[in-house]
């Protein structure tokens, strides 16, 4: 019924209700669903209209990481990694679905920041090393800066964050560091 | 070792609080609900083996049940491992490891409920009802409404115990649905939760008599996303508002926030100058249009019978002579009337109220941003502690979706980086601190010798122009006639590169080495203003002679016409004589001649800013860009290279701009036109020239964040071009035939007519006191002591301030080495434990200590108080190392009486406990697949 649609609505912020079949079944328009819409022109001979009998659908990364939204992020891959249920970009709907939950304007900061130390975290080992650093630094940079200058800016951060002193940034190290980022909300969302 | 086992599971259970709940639940639909509720009302949950999911439950229960006693050891995984090892649990049934403790934790509650079961009187009703809605979604579905008022209906009947547990169980499953969201959990387990607890509250609130608020709370959370939505629409449509915030942003992100805090100065004076424009243009220049008498009316409105030949030259015109100069762009073409129009507009007041009124706002304005840009503080290179950390991690914006915005991104974020590199290595820098000094030294006195030497020229070439001036123009020659400004043009092209030369000797941060270049061209620049100044003020005082015997010979004229009209006529009286306004003799108007020096000096600034960019940068760019094919040697990386774009320059030059700008105004009403249309011109040419033709600074570095050092020049030029013109009005009398002051002893005279025609006589009197200078001294005094007491309030401020900061350092230190000392004294304590008898029991160290590979603690060398902790438990220097480091921190003691137990702060409850089980479980395999 439309009332707890609603609550579906406020509680995973507006982008939740257009992936439970009975949503889909229901015919909603309110709010239009969007995302579901966008995950099935990703690849619309592959996505069912009909979500009821619960299909075991994957888009490989290649569709995922091409949508607009994604193909100008240095993380793409690894954003399509972290969400996928597989860690190898593959996405369910529901996958999907998780992905721009997080990703939304209304995601909590403490879950936005798990997830980005995950998207940060390239060798999935839970602690962001020095390799991490590096990778994030020259995906950030396009390797514009030389050898010495990232090694000097990844002990920095490591210094700097690191609470610990273990010569690496735990989750613990990295939500206590942003929180304090003034921008971390702002910048760690996508609209779609 | 089994019963320590349970222990430590009961530990963990503890410190994750709700959020193993929340796991447990996801195990299965059926028992989402009990597991829920079980730290309260455990057993509640009767019959859960009658819903339809049963069958999924046992073949999780029982599975991993065989194999947990097995291997146990691998069950002291990550949090999340766990969660994401649930799912797959779900899906393929059995596979991963993490799945054996969940199941031991299962093992225990059911021992729990089984205790509880007996209990629980009313068990059944509450089972029924659980029953019902793990019955799944389909029936939800039908139900609905229905299902809800019919459970209520059996719910009526519920004592009053079972009441209160009841709500605190609705209660519970309410919190839960309200952070669901923070729960970094799969989509799938989280939608299935929140189905489960959504129809639970659903059933059983209509039995508590509660639910009513929904509707309105729904509204409530739609409106505020739509608020949310309108702002973020808002601020959107704000930041387009902002002229040019793309195109500095461009700048910016490709040549770094120094050269961008140029075009940010030139376009805050774009600001200012359509302000003044506005008063300029609403208060003189449109009520002289629309009311005033028109053009060819009275002689100042006309061009001289002498000069109507030429007036139309373009030549001429050029020069601001001919129509232009008597036109409403100069002070000679307003006339003295003291009221014009239907409106009674007081023309003359309403000029030089304005002329004063452009100062003052100015002044205004400049202290105003300077003390707000203070506020802002900071000078550049912020000293935040996690600088690196914030521009690695938040730094890139999500939202970007185009590959232009992209690629300015990476541009930007590269330049910053390299900003915070600039700063941090300078920071880093400590060398021989005497030959810096004494470097330093050498290069202020080389160059205080070449200003001086500067100084003097200019003085030395000034007065001989004065000489030549009294000589006869024919003899000069044309070196002679313009060698102040040969020599002006040469110290401002020799004097800034040799600035900048000298000033490497000083090897200052690029930041600060811009203020002292800035600071030097400055008082270069300085020299320009005083010849310029000088040799108008000379034109003046020449002009004003010339005026007084054509005034005399004028007055004596019209004497004569009087005596002779009367005589002849024999009436007193005498229309004016007849005479074309065309052919009346003037006076020089010094005013005037004072504009067009102005607006020459203006307009050829313009031009030579432009060509200098045009053959400066864009032919050089050309040259090096094309010529580069067939040269012998490589123009781009060697001698002619890319310009770069050239800020103290660009800045100082905008500074001077802007003086000329305040002095002219008040003679050249049409200045400050100009001067809108050039700033809007320069904003796109230069925009252009740098994104096309230069290159960014070998070390980009960051601008400070206050522009305050541009500001506190223009300050500087505002009060000195300030000092001449209220000079010349305070003491010059105004021209006798030209301007709206024409008539009057002083140009101020006209404020003393209106305060007494216009005003009632009261406020003459005020006046008058006001003006008293037995009342103006004490108010000076005031205002002194004013100033020097806010002055010593800011100082104290500022030592409080610096001393917080330090605080707040040492409490960042503190915290720090606390933190290490606890994880060094839990490391102390749990290799202790590793030595223990039992510790056979354990897991293989082996396996599980295994450090990731890619951690590489080459920091060792650097702190000593770095733990090795991976490999801490195998070798006894470890621990060594350890109580050093806590002998060094400042409180050992507090520390080591920790317990070992739960670490820190890793029962919070949010996420995932973070790093979940330091000490013995923290050997994480470094793949999870």
Known sequence: ??????????????????????????????????????????????????????????????????????????????????????????????????????????????????????????????????????????????????????????????????????????????QHMIVRAPDFLSTFHIRI | MPSQKKNDIAIRMEDVGIEIDGELDSGSEGKNRKAKASPRAGGRNGKPATTEDEEEEEDQDEAPRKRARKKKASAQDSEEEEEEDDRSVKRKGTKAAGRK??????????????????????????????????????????????????????????????????????????????????????????????????????????????????????????????????????????????PWERKIKEVESHFGSSVASYFIFLRWMYGLNLVLFAFMFGLVVLPEVMMGLPYGSIPRKTVPRAEQDRAMDISVLLDFGGYCKYSILFYGFYNDERTIGVLQFRLPLSYLLVGLGIFGYSLMVVIRTMARNSDEGGDGGDDGQFTFAFKMFT??????????????????????????????????????????????????????????????????????????????????????????????????????????????????HPRIALKWQLGRIFALFLGNLYTFLFALFDEVNAKLEKEKSIRNATIWGLNEYYSNYSSYHNTTDIPPPDIHPADVIRG?????????????????????????????????????????????????????????????????????????????????????????????????????????????????????KSNNFYMGLLLLVLFLSLLP???????????????????????????????ENDLPAFIGNIFTYATNPGLILPAVLLMVLAIYYLNATSKNYQNANLELKKKMQMARDEEKNRRNNKENTNQVMQDLEDLLPNRSLLPPAAEEEKPPPEIVLEKGSKSPKVAKRPGAAANGKGVNIQKDVSLAAPNPKAAVTHPPGPRGPSGNARGPPPGPARGRGRGTPPSRR
């Not at chain 2, 990476?410 to 601190?433: H, R």
């Not at chain 2, 040969?486 to 000298?502: N, Q, R």
Request: charged share 30%.
């Open chain 1, 1 to 174: 019924s439309l009332k707890s649609l609603i609550i579906l609505f406020d509680i995973e912020s507006g982008y939740y209700p257009v992936c439970t079949s009975d949503i889909l079944q229901v015919q909603l328009s309110f709010p239009p669903p969007r995302l579901f819409d966008r995950y099935r022109d990703l690849a619309p001979q592959l996505v069912p209209l009909d979500y009821t009998d619960q299909p075991d659908v994957r888009l490989p990364y290649e569709l995922i990481g091409s949508m607009p939204e994604l193909k100008d992020n240095p993380f793409r891959q690894r954003i399509a990694e972290v969400f996928s249920e597989d860690g190898e970009g593959n996405m369910t709907l529901d996958d999907f679905l998780d992905m721009f939950s997080v990703l939304s304007e209304m995601a909590p900061r403490d879950l936005k920041a798990y997830y980005a130390f995950k998207i940060y975290d390239f060798n999935n080992d839970d602690f962001l090393c020095k390799s991490d650093l590096e990778k994030t630094l020259n995906k950030l940079t396009r390797n514009e800066l030389t050898e010495d200058e990232v090694r000097m800016v990844c002990e920095k951060v490591i210094d700097e964050a690191d609470l610990d002193n273990d010569g690496r940034l735990s989750l613990e190290d990295f």
């Open chain 2, 101 to 242: 403790k969940k199941a031991v934790k299962e093992e225990e509650e059911e021992e729990e409920e089984q205790g509880k079961k007996k209990k629980g009187g009313k068990g059944d009703a509450k089972g029924k009802g659980g029953k019902e809605k793990g019955n799944g979604k389909d029936k939800k579905k039908k139900n609905g409404n229905s299902s809800s008022s019919g459970e209520s209906g059996d719910e009526d009947s519920l004592s009053e115990g079972e009441m209160t547990s009841l709500k605190e169980e609705v209660e519970e499953k309410k919190k839960l649905i309200a952070t669901l969201r923070n729960k970094p959990w799969r989509m799938k387990r989280r939608l299935k939760l929140l189905k489960e607890c959504q129809a639970f509250v659903e059933e059983f609130e209509g039995a508590l008599g509660k639910g009513k608020g929904r509707k309105l709370y729904a509204y409530k959370v739609m409106m505020a996303k739509k608020m949310i939505k309108f702002n973020r629409d808002f601020d959107n449509f704000k930041t387009a508002c902002i």
């Open chain 2, 588 to 704: 020089p108007c010094w005013e005037t001649a004072v504009g067009i020096e102005f607006v020459k000096l203006t307009v050829s600034d313009i031009q030579v800013t432009y060509m200098t960019i045009l053959i400066g940068d864009f032919l050089r760019a050309m040259i090096v860009r094309f010529l580069n094919y067939c040269w012998c040697w490589d123009l781009e990386a060697g001698f002619p290279s890319y310009g770069e774009f050239d800020i103290s320059g660009n800045v100082l030059g905008l500074i001077f701009n802007q003086g000329m700008i305040w002095m002219g105004a008040f003679y050249a009403p049409g200045l400050v036109g100009l001067n809108v249309l050039r700033l809007l011109t320069s904003m796109y040419y230069q925009c252009w020239a740098v994104m096309s033709c230069n290159v960014p600074h070998e070390r980009v570095f960051k601008a400070s």
């Open chain 2, 395 to 508: 730094s890139w914006d999500y939202l970007i979706g185009n590959p232009e915005t992209a690629d300015n991104k990476y541009a930007s974020i590269t330049t910053s980086f390299k900003e915070s590199i600039v700063d941090e290595q300078e920071n880093q820098k400590d060398e021989n601190i005497h030959l810096r000094r004494f470097l330093r030294v050498l290069a202020n006195f080389l160059i205080l010798c070449s200003l001086g030497g500067s100084g003097f020229l200019i003085y030395f070439v000034v007065k001989r122009s004065q000489e030549f001036a009294n000589l006869d123009q024919d003899e000069l020659s044309w070196f002679e006639k313009n060698e102040v400004e040969f020599v002006m043009s040469l110290l401002g092209l020799v004097c800034p590169p040799l600035f900048e030369t000298i000033a490497e000797l000083e090897e200052y």
């Open chain 2, 725 to 755: 013109v209220v000079y010349t009005i305070m003491t010059l009398p105004p021209s006798f035939d030209c301007g709206p002051f024409s008539g009057r002893e002083q140009m101020y005279n006209v404020v003393m007519e209106t305060i």
